[in-house]
């Protein structure tokens, strides 16, 4: 009984328009109403505490360290590095732009912020070239989505905070997993442009692509920084953020000169707003979650699923399945949210390993960003690239499935997370 009236007074909420962060708090009431403990003054601590933490204060920091990253020429100079590398060869602009999103996404952390630097400045020059325009934004939606997955990540922190997992070996247990992403759509590409009768520009001399190096050299920098500090303790997660925000604003104002000092205002308005609606979703989360212990929700659930906990793989499955039903119609800060204290308990009853597990959660979550209908980074790059949905829908089907396929394989041999962990972070 419980669990209905969790899950019809979320979707009913959410069914009327109610946003997601007040379909939490009244799902919460509901429950607290279900519990006999309705409390108005309970409701509001739990919220103010929700997202009272210092983990979270990375939130804000990458967000803002994406919006300088974008608006400060690092986006325009990695782009130009991976053409100067890759650029000749057939199809070379599919491999650019994948390039370009393994090292923005190890800059930003946010899919929406790299889908629209890679649909505005790669789109254009993909769709002139004679790639098929569906096609070459389905390939940059599927490359953004690498964002959330390799460090540093923002559904890593939300998640690490949400399930008291360490943040930082998440980071490190992502790196492997997002270039295998990459290397994914590399096959996939490969297979599906390749009857495609587009002339690659000519090869770039040596000393050009030595020039592009040097002007990318800082860009590249910061991804090394934050890898490093992480593995040897340098920083934590939340001060990694501010190095990277720091460095990318120090970066664009001082060394590429190409953020004025009257862009910082719209720049950190921008960065606020964004992370307001996250942290507001947080903190309603965490209401709910609170009550989801309360009503011993994991331990019903826990009942439900014991024929599965002896077989931690098919209950990976079985999870992995539900999770990308969910994902369909929900983002992914939400579902985060939202799942992580209900599964969490589950997996660590079947003796799942929670860094492992939330490698995958996140990257199913990050998936589900160009699944349709609701697919934000779709819509995001419909938008910048003047494009319908329909058609970015069409064009995205082929390296969602490749990316899916990847996670399941990772559901059948753990080790491929696993082991890498071990070598950044034994």
Request: with cysteine; charged share 10%.
């Amino acid at each position: 009984m419980t669990i209905a009236i969790f899950l019809s007074s979320l979707i009913a909420a959410m069914m009327i328009g109610v946003p997601i962060s007040f379909s939490l708090l009244l799902c919460g009431a509901a429950l607290m109403w279900h519990l006999n403990m309705f409390d108005a003054q309970i409701l509001a601590q739990n919220l103010i505490e929700g997202s009272n933490s210092f983990p979270l204060l990375a939130v804000p920091f990458f967000m803002l360290a994406g919006e300088i990253m974008n608006a400060g020429g690092l986006s325009k100079r990695i782009v130009a590095f991976a053409m100067a590398l890759v650029g000749h060869v057939r199809g070379g602009l599919g491999y650019v732009a994948i390039m370009a999103a393994v090292i923005m996404a190890s800059l930003s952390g946010s899919a929406v912020a790299d889908a629209a630097a890679l649909a505005a400045l790669l789109l254009p020059m993909m769709h002139t070239a004679g790639h098929d325009k569906a096609r070459s934004a389905g390939l940059l939606s599927a490359a953004s989505i690498i964002a959330p997955v390799i460090p540093p990540s923002i559904g890593f922190v939300i998640f690490g905070v949400a399930a008291n997992v360490s943040i930082s070996k998440l980071f490190m247990a992502g790196i492997v997993p997002g270039v295998l992403l990459g290397a994914a759509l590399c096959l996939t590409w490969w297979w599906v442009a390749r009857k495609e009768n587009v002339k690659p520009p000519a090869r770039k001399t040596r000393a050009e692509v030595f020039r592009s190096l040097r002007d990318a050299l800082w860009a590249l920098g910061l991804p090394i920084i934050v890898v490093v500090g992480l593995k040897f303790g340098v920083f934590t997660p939340t001060e990694a953020a501010v190095v990277a925000a720091v460095y990318a604003l120090a970066i664009s104002l001082l060394v590429y000169r190409e953020l004025r000092i009257s862009q910082l205002y719209g720049l950190f308005l921008a960065a606020a707003k964004t992370t307001a609606v996250i942290m507001f979703l947080v903190a309603g989360a965490m209401v709910s979650a609170w009550l989801i212990t309360v009503a011993q929700l994991p331990a019903q659930l826990v009942d439900l699923l014991q024929p599965l906990l002896d077989s931690p793989t098919l209950l990976m499955f079985a999870i992995m399945i539900l999770v990308i039903i969910v994902g369909t119609a929900m983002d992914m800060t939400p579902t985060i949210l939202i799942l992580t204290p209900v599964l969490m308990p589950i997996v660590k009853a079947a003796g799942i390993d929670p860094v492992y597990f939330g490698v995958l959660f996140v990257m199913n979550n990050a998936i589900g960003l160009i699944t349709p209908p609701v697919g934000t980074v779709l819509n995001t790059v419909a938008g910048v690239g003047k494009i319908s949905m329909d058609e970015v829908t069409r064009g995205v089907w082929p390296f969602m499935i490749a990316q899916f396929a990847l996670m399941f394989l990772m559901v059948l041999f753990p080790q491929i997370v696993l082991v890498p962990l071990g070598w950044f972070y034994g």
